[in-house]
């Protein structure tokens, strides 16, 4: 059934830059979806500010993936090189994190109630991308929110005869007050792999803070608690048993694109993963969600 704009009634279009996106003002919230990479830029309860962190000098234009929110790392993660060999023989480019997240995306539907907005997006990973990968995947992304958080699940199903080896992440950026007086809780105990300290693994102790620049893939998907000197939010997962924890520190922020040279200090992603070992194996015609809620308290 094709989409009424006309009868949505918190639900619109607007156009950001050079690209097309969806706002969402409901009573109880506001929210803001891009076409181009699927990519939640914005989730604002009422007489709150924004629960993600984007960059101020964020890029709006085709092919340019947004710096913050929750960029969708899809069908790869990371640099091709430190993906398992079965994902790796796949990929036919040098760039990171795959091509879902600067790829036009699919709206399939939108519902509103009272409390709550689901919107449902679609990429058809086809020929269309033969020059990056190779593999033949759909994958349905919906979005749902409401006064209490939002929730991400991506679905990717197999269309291939052959099986397909796959990571991904949804790489929630959140903002902070001070990086310093910022910790995770909930990876006590858990082994992880340090991309700072050449790709070596370590064990956790105590709650994850940022001396400085932070990168690690952690073996856990456990519920976990960002608490920051302005509240705390909550991550809780499904289909993932691995976490990326990054902040860039002052050095590397000053050599990234479209990224304040200070705005290390008041960020962090906490990215919801299938990476390293957690990497997934799809047969033919079979399916893998992978999904994110993002509360406070």
Known sequence: ???????????????????EALEVHHPLFEARLFIQGAHLTEFTPRHQSNWLWLSDKAIFKPGHAIRGGVPICWPWFGVPDRNPPEVRRRILTGASHGFARTALWKLEDVRETAREVEVSLSLLANQDFADAWTGSALCLLTFSFSA???????TTTNLATQ??????????????????????????????????ENWSDFTQRGPVDFPGETDRIYLSGQPLEIITPGHTSTVDAVGSDS???????PEKAARLSDFPDSAWQHML??????????????NEGQSHTIGVMIGRR
């Open 148 to 154: 209490a958080g939002f929730r991400i699940a991506l």
């Open 163 to 196: 099986p397909l080896a796959m990571t991904q992440a949804l790489h929630t950026y959140l903002p902070t007050a001070d990086i310093i007086g910022t910790r995770i809780e909930g990876l006590d105990g858990c082994e992880y792999t340090d991309a700072v």
């Open 243 to 249: 976490t990326v924890v990054w902040n860039p520190g």
């Open 1 to 19: 059934m094709p989409l009424k704009p006309g009868q949505w009634s918190f639900t619109r279009w607007t156009t950001v830059g050079q690209l």
């Open 269 to 282: 992603c906490v990215e919801t993963a299938n990476a390293l070992s957690d990497y997934r194996v799809l």
